[in-house]
Each structure stands twice: as C-alpha cells, then as structure tokens.
C-alpha cells in the first residue's frame, strides 16, 4: 500500500533545499561576485559629480534648456520615469504616435534643425529611457548648442565625435553616444548650472 508521508517528505525536503539554493544561495553568489568584480555596474553605473549623484550611465534623462544636447523622447511615465519603463505601445496606424512625432518635429524645426531628422530624436526606445543617441542625431543638434552655448561648431561637432562610443566588439549595435556623459563634456568648455 502506498503510504502517503514517506512520499511527501523528500518532496519537502527538496523543496527547502532548492529553495534555500536556488532562492537564497544563488543571488547571494551572483550578488557577491557583482560588488566583487563589477562594484560600478552592480550598483546601477551612477554618475557622481562633486559627492552629488547626477544619473546613471544606463538610464536616460530630460535635458530642457536649449544649451544641453536633447535625448530621446521617452514614454515611460510622465518621462524618464525607472519606475514606469515601457515603449507607448502604438503602432504605425496609431493617431495619437502622429500627433507626438509631428509635435517633436516641430519642436526640432522650431530648434534650428534643417533637413532629415534622424529617427531616434522623434520616436522613443522600446524601454523609454535610453541614455543614448545615434552619431546624426547628436550632430544634427551641433548648431543649436553651439550658438546657445557660444561656441564654434567645429568645437562642439569635435566634442561629439571624441564621445562616439563604437559598437561592442567592432558590430554588435551601432556606434551611439550617451548624451549625460556628452553633455558632462560640453558642461566642462563652458561651465553653466544645470536646468
């Protein structure tokens, strides 16, 4: 006859422990050899200026004042929100996506932007908070933060350039710049407080 407890028992038994391994002892490893090996990335790849946190490498950022290279716009919460990522899920046919990009390209033109605008200035990543932008869509900003900021524009367009960061191991993704780090560069040629 089958006796039911004898069965039970190793099912328990091996439950805590694969719990107590796997729920436990596994993150405490991967946690340990993060802070160990990666202490920079495991703690979110924050960017610290003066003891003061200003963002982090991974995470994009608003950037209002004309004087600062835009980023992309975001659809995660109200903007940038961590706690709200997610694309806007509308679909080419969608409305409400023409009306928000028409309002971006506007607001480019608006700008001084002449010409194409690249994609990633009017349409926002699939998480909303991408910290980077694509070589054209920096560049093409390059006039309007050069007479914001007084500056000539071979000295910002080299300001860019020096910030293109090249796909991972030669073609993984395409060359990009993150826009906190440029914009932390162009913050250092002429030192203005942040909006």
């Not at 971006?104 to 194409?116: E, L, N, S």
């Not at 200035?121 to 309007?144: F, I």
């Amino acid at each position: 006859m089958f006796d039911f407890l004898s069965a039970l028992r190793p099912a328990i038994v091996l439950t805590a422990l694969f719990t107590l391994l796997l729920g436990v002892g596994y993150p405490l490893a991967i946690l340990g050899i993060g802070q160990a090996a990666f202490p920079h990335q495991a703690n979110g790849s924050l960017i610290v200026d003066d003891g003061k946190v200003v963002g982090s490498e991974l995470v994009g950022q608003a950037f209002t004042s004309p004087r600062y290279f835009n980023t992309r716009p975001s659809a995660a919460g109200k903007g940038y929100d961590a706690n709200s990522s997610s694309g806007s899920n509308l679909g080419p046919t969608s409305k409400a996506l023409a009306e928000r990009i028409g309002t971006d390209i506007a607001a480019q033109r608006k700008a001084g932007v002449t010409g194409a605008i690249p994609a990633d200035l009017v349409t926002a990543s699939a998480s909303g908070l991408d910290p980077d932008l694509s070589r054209a869509a920096a560049l093409v900003q390059v006039p309007r933060i050069a007479r914001e900021r007084g500056l000539s524009e071979a000295s910002v367009r080299t300001l860019v350039e020096k910030q293109i960061e090249q796909p991972a191991l030669g073609m993984l993704g395409d060359p990009h710049v993150n826009v906190l780090a440029l914009n932390r560069q162009l913050d250092r040629m002429t030192p203005l407080s942040r909006p």
